[in-house]
């Protein structure tokens, strides 16, 4: 991974100078090779690395789309208004969060966890996105575009590395402080700052409690000291100090207390990241004592939900879920619930149906889109599924997880060069374009297409084979 994003960076450098652009600064006049469009093209060569091959990556449409109606909140409240974002999840128990070029947005699951509120987890990714708005990463690259690029590769390397290893992501950050990163530190201090500031101005105007962000930065520093050399990978890739916590003090104490609650979803999601994929006695116990008091809390009782489905206590999941209708709580995670349960329980056509009310009611939930898809299928009606997921593909042609869902749905029809194209289109957006030719030669060669279906299986043959001699040369001039 270290070598592929090294390389994916060292290729920023062929940029023509031409798409170079005077950046803003912090009192310096430089300016970069890092373009605007550049960083935008290495943050998304940079996330397709991360999804699709790096194993840590979070895999839950459910957790995701939570991220990213928070951080996309926060985006349009400050200065980020018109920039596209990507929040994503972290399965790592580690307290992180980082932002990447292109206004890419990574959360630890440790982090969701260990926040206290929803304004504490909203302020960790305000801090993040000023750093996006104000182009920090590419502010950092420097005057000397090569030292400045292995700079941001040693940056990036580390953040991605603290995620397993703080003594990998300490000798990384030593690589890059040899090819010019000491003397940028300064600027790492300002930026800091800076996102401290708008950080907390974005977070008021998007109707958060500002305390949220100070409070979490405080627990951060009174606990590093338990940490001794090992603090907490936030904390080695934020450098926090008093003088930071102090202004952002001054700062909140001049502005209206605001008491906000926790939206269900933030309790939820918490709820299943505990549970996990597969709970554990410990976790299993503690949501059913949690379940068992008096008055007990809708997330407990989601909780158990999930856990018991998770060690497949299906008839525990429903006694469980009994309890869950009966609050009559309204989110897009409950209906979610409800299908695995009802999928769990061998009934697709029930899971696809509740699926469908749920997607009624919450019509951007990803989730139960793809749950009312897998659910088709699996019912026997593919061509329900195939209808509709033509349509999504539609709107979202970049979406790789809707080309396997049409792909399934168009072999069960028996439908062979169009569930070859599909699944050349999956591979096409991995950029794993050898894969991809692959399959649209088996398409050419299925024999059940008409003449239009053929002609356009051909067409994207030549683009594919295209990228795949492009990236063939990239890998030639920068070899991993």
């Not at 912090?26 to 093209?41: I, K």
């Not at 926090?240 to 605001?258: C, H, K, S, V, W």
């Not at 593919?382 to 749905?409: F, G, I």
């Not at 194209?421 to 050419?444: D, K």
Request: glycine residues 8%; contains cysteine; proline residues 3%.
């Amino acid at each position: 991974m270290k070598k592929r994003l090294i390389a994916a960076l060292l290729c920023v450098a062929m940029v023509p100078r031409g798409l170079a652009q005077n950046l803003p600064d912090l009192g310096d006049n430089a300016s970069t090779d890092l373009s605007p469009l550049a960083e935008q093209r290495l943050g998304a060569q940079i996330m397709r690395e991360i999804r699709w091959r790096d194993p840590a990556y979070l895999r839950d449409a459910e957790i995701e789309d939570y991220l990213n109606r928070i951080g996309e909140r926060l985006v349009a409240a400050g200065a980020g208004a018109g920039l596209s974002f990507q929040f994503f999840g972290v399965s790592d128990p580690s307290l992180n969060a980082f932002a990447m070029p292109g206004g890419n947005i990574g959360v630890h699951t440790g982090l969701i966890l260990a926040a206290q509120s929803e304004s504490e987890l909203a302020g960790v990714l305000s801090h993040e996105v000023a750093h996006v708005t104000q182009r920090h990463i590419a502010r950092m690259v420097g005057k000397q575009s090569q030292t400045g690029l292995l700079m941001l590769a040693s940056l990036l390397v580390a953040v991605l590395a603290a995620k397993s290893s703080s003594q990998v992501s300490q000798g990384a950050i030593m690589a890059g402080q040899a090819a010019g990163l000491s003397s940028q530190l300064s600027y790492s201090r300002d930026f800091e700052n800076e996102a401290d500031r708008l950080g907390v101005q974005n977070l008021a105007a998007a109707g958060f409690d500002v305390r949220g962000m100070v409070g979490f930065f405080e627990r951060l520093q009174k606990n590093s000291r338990l940490y001794e050399n090992n603090a907490p990978a936030y904390m080695r890739t934020h450098p926090l100090t008093g003088d930071r916590i102090t202004e952002m003090e001054n700062r909140i104490a001049q502005m209206p207390y605001r008491q906000v609650p926790d939206s269900l979803d933030f309790q939820l999601v918490r709820a299943k990241l505990k549970a996990g994929r597969q709970a554990s006695r410990e976790v299993l116990e503690e949501f059913e004592r949690a379940a068992r008091v008096s008055n007990p809390s809708f997330a407990a009782q989601y909780g158990l939900v999930r856990a018991y489905l998770s060690v497949r206590r299906l008839a525990d999941a429903e006694r469980a879920m009994v309890e869950v209708r009966k609050r009559h709580e309204v989110s897009a995670m409950i209906a979610g619930l409800e299908g695995d349960l009802r999928l769990a329980q061998g009934d697709p056509a029930g899971a696809a149906k509740v699926f469908r009310e749920g997607k009624a009611r919450f019509p951007q939930s990803r989730r139960l889109l793809y749950g009312e898809l897998e659910a088709l299928i699996d019912s026997g009606r593919p061509a329900e599924a195939l209808t509709a997921v033509k349509a999504e593909v539609l709107t979202t042609p970049d979406n790789a997880t809707l080309w396997e869902l049409r792909a399934r749905a168009e072999a069960a029809l028996g439908m062979r060069l169009a569930q070859h194209r599909s699944l050349a289109e999956v591979y096409t957006i991995r950029g794993s374009y050898a894969a991809a030719v692959e399959q649209l030669t088996l398409a050419q060669s299925a024999g059940d297409g008409d003449f239009f279906e053929q002609s356009a299986v051909d067409s994207r043959l030549r683009d594919v084979r295209a990228l795949l001699a492009e990236q063939m040369r990239e890998m030639k001039n920068n070899p991993r």
